[in-house]
């Protein structure tokens, strides 16, 4: 694997550093079965990387009922209290193997690292997890108002750590997200779901694959 030199690199939390996803699908299986609303994995999927809002609009196009703003933002709020209250159970044994010593070794270097998440629970579940304090950097969803594609997480991200975006690694599961680092110009590095994306330039098996990329 071609050896990069960055000076910094910009994590995406879910599917990366640590699996939601499930407990993410229990939050929106629970509305969609409160609403009488079909809902399954396959739509599921279309959810990853996509903010709250947008989710729930992508939800709603299998059924026929119209609801208004204030009925939606109840809804999200719904299954967002449902998935809060799954994430108690989360601890740092709940880290993928590999995750802990890929962020040790990057501090060891000195490289600067930084959270470039759509979720509006990151800095909750990187508390959870032991690394609220691991981090140079943390953008979420509460401080963005495009989701991703659009690449304003990660370029906020970069000017935060301070690292010119072109200089800077993007680490996704999600094509939307390897399209938003594309976008801002930063370097696309893919795992898990995103390796099949033909616009990702690296992709890794595991997370310790990125200690030979760099």
Request: aromatic content about 4%.
């Amino acid at each position: 694997m071609e050896r990069l030199k960055p000076q910094g690199i910009v994590f995406d939390l879910d599917g990366v550093l640590v699996s939601t996803d499930e407990l993410h699908y229990r939050g929106w299986k629970a509305l969609a079965d409160r609403e009488g609303i079909p809902f399954d994995r396959t739509i599921n999927h279309r959810l990853r990387g996509v903010s709250r809002m947008e989710s729930l609009d992508i939800i709603l196009e299998a059924t026929k009922k119209a609801y208004t703003v204030a009925e939606k933002a109840e809804m999200a709020t719904f299954k967002n209290s449902v998935y809060v209250r799954s994430l108690e159970a989360i601890t740092p044994k709940d880290l993928p193997p590999g995750v802990p010593e890929v962020l040790a070794a990057l501090k060891t270097r000195g490289l600067p690292i930084a959270i470039g998440s759509s979720s509006k629970n990151a800095r909750l579940i990187l508390g959870r997890l032991g690394l609220a304090e691991t981090f140079d950097a943390v953008v979420d969803g509460n401080e963005i108002t495009k989701s991703k594609p659009d690449p304003e997480v990660f370029l906020k991200a970069a000017l935060r750590i301070g690292v010119a975006p072109a200089l800077c690694l993007v680490v996704e599961d999600a094509v939307a997200g390897i399209r938003a680092a594309v976008t801002a110009g930063m370097i696309p590095v893919a795992i898990g779901d995103a390796t099949h994306c033909p616009e990702a330039r690296y992709r890794l098996t595991t997370i310790l694959d990125i200690i030979d990329l760099i």
